[in-house]
């Protein structure tokens, strides 16, 4: 008898089964599962890549390798087509549906998908924060990042790629006192980044190109259509192409999340984001750092010219809501349930969760 | 009212809420959902990054990069330190428990742990159909691969990385008739790949170096010593990689499947081993093809030698149980979930499911 025949009692008809498992969820998410947090229950969940293109590489030298000790020598021939420039995506369903539409997660430069997971400290993350919620969630990583694979360069990718010491972050992202602060691990007073958990932070850095944001651009614009309608949350460099994908295609977006935008697009496109409800979110320091200073004065314009055409763009200083000491990487810094509950509250209130 | 605070009926007294939520999960359980599968229910989930070291990069020019359209050029130093060889790990906790241990899944050269989730062509993977049984189920990328990220070459890692073409599985996976068969892809005929899905298959291929062994046995070992004693189920160069840490640790590992298994590591090892059970499973067309009959043999007097020395290894070629037109990527193939049965099977046999 296989195992799995265990899990079928014959006593219940299966018409009824829909409606006990509709009850018996209901039940279970208006329990509480320890008073404060909703219930974390997913009953749906998978993976995919999306986008992409076939590429040629000529002219390198055949190579014998062994690939495992022991193993047979193999004749490794580079030269011949590779699948590049395609975009995982992994998504999980809540059991019971609150969000109208899906959040769709995109990461920065120099990251991927895991920095909505689990936080380098142990907790919780925004993908599961809003799964509890009842919020799909798809994260994916950009094309030539994590799972996304990389490609041949210069045969394929036509550069070198960028690698972030472990300096890099914490001197740029506001959680160092700036340029140099690494060597004295000297952290800005009051940060919210769980600075006991930087170096594991580190080991989710990736390398990155500079010359692959038109495949981006249409790997995430595929994923829009293909997922959509949507609410886009990006970050940092995500948010370029969160507002290209958005401008390409409008109507598959309900609203825009955006995490301390760091580029806009062109500015002539301003009309196809009219209809689309948008927030920008700012941490603490800025105005010690000119980088971020130049940085949130470059969104200030933007979301100004898209009210004057119209738009309904939002930026809000978190310190300004008395939430401080937040970094660049607000979704991990330590009251980053607090910080969603700003996102969260801002999507109810204009319908996108019931 | 922040949104949450609707999810706390106040009558329900909180004592009662770890019965009552156990009694509606158990009630939801034993509901079929479509009569033939267990539902899929997910109420922990989470990742890490586990091991790796620092590494230092010196005398590489500075470059000044534009890293958006629009921003301020950035002067990137990649002179410094970096955080390499880590390793990746994702997990889903069912909602009721009924593997003793969690199932590690560790993949095979030039993949990821995409392979263990959904298939190219959309059927559900081994990792939920793992999940709906009540297993804790980890997913990981090797180091180097996907999420791991890679480090800086020849700098850090020391040798070039080795990319399959979309050529290059189908020919070598035992999906089509051998050398030169991408061609025309021309397949085996009787294959239970989903060959229609082979092109979006290839978009999970990621690049890999031959000189990290050692790194990656490091990072599954420590793995192991995290969460474990715990069920391995490794496929093919994550079979090399599963011995060796089950040799470091023998009381973590309560048992190893192995999917066509390449290599075995040091032979002199197998005292270590005695007290683990081992499967085996081989697919279909392994005579057809030297390497693979190599391979089969390779793993043959292993397993032999293993038994000699007091050890429980067991080898499966699935055609003998009538199982037919398996790849190399049974995981993936159509017949999938009747493969996970047969190791579903051998794991309660073994006591490891109640």
């Known amino acids: 008898m296989p195992p799995e025949t265990r899990f ?183 940060t919210q980044f769980p600075t006991d958990a930087y170096e594991r932070f580190t080991a989710q850095l990736v390398p990155r190109w500079i010359v692959t944001d038109a495949a981006a651009t249409e790997a995430y614009t595929q994923l829009l259509r293909q997922v959509g309608p949507a609410v886009v949350v990006a970050h940092a460099q995500g948010s370029l192409y969160a507002l290209r994908a958005a401008r390409a295609d409008p109507g598959r977006v309900r609203a825009l999340v955006l995490i301390e935008p760091t580029s806009f697009g062109a500015p002539e496109d301003l009309q196809a984001l009219r209809g689309i409800p948008i927030l920008a979110l700012y941490g603490d320091f800025i105005e010690q750092d000119p980088r971020w200073s130049a940085v949130h004065e470059r969104g200030a314009q933007f979301f100004e010219a898209l009210r004057a055409a119209g738009g309904q763009a939002e930026a809000v200083d978190l310190p300004a809501r008395d939430i401080r000491g937040n970094s660049h990487l607000m979704m991990m810094d330590r009251n980053n349930a607090q910080v969603a509950g700003v996102i969260q509250e801002w999507l109810a209130a204009r319908g996108l969760w019931e």
Chains 1, 2 share one sequence.
């Open 8 to 190: 079928k009692p014959r006593a219940i008809p299966p018409t009824l089964t829909p409606m006990l498992r509709a009850l018996l969820l209901w039940l279970l998410l208006v329990l509480p599962a320890r008073a404060e947090e909703p219930p974390l229950l997913v009953s749906g969940m998978g993976s995919f890549h999306i986008g992409g293109r076939e590429a040629t590489v000529t002219g390198r030298p055949v190579r014998e390798v062994t690939l495992a000790p022991g193993a047979r020598p193999v004749r490794i021939d580079p030269n011949g087509t590779y699948r590049v420039d395609g975009m995982y995506v992994q998504f999980h369903h809540p059991a019971q549906r609150r969000g109208r539409v899906p959040l769709l997660f995109w990461h920065g430069g120099g990251m991927t998908g895991v920095v909505w997971e689990t936080t380098p400290d142990g907790r919780e993350g925004w993908q599961t924060w809003f799964l509890r919620r009842g919020w799909s969630v798809y994260l994916s990583d950009a094309v030539e990042r994590g799972r996304s694979g990389w490609a041949m360069f210069p045969d394929i990718t036509p550069a070198e790629p960028i690698f972030l010491t472990m300096a890099d972050p914490w001197e740029r992202f506001r959680i160092g006192t700036g340029p140099g602060s690494w060597r004295s691990r000297s952290a800005i007073p009051g």
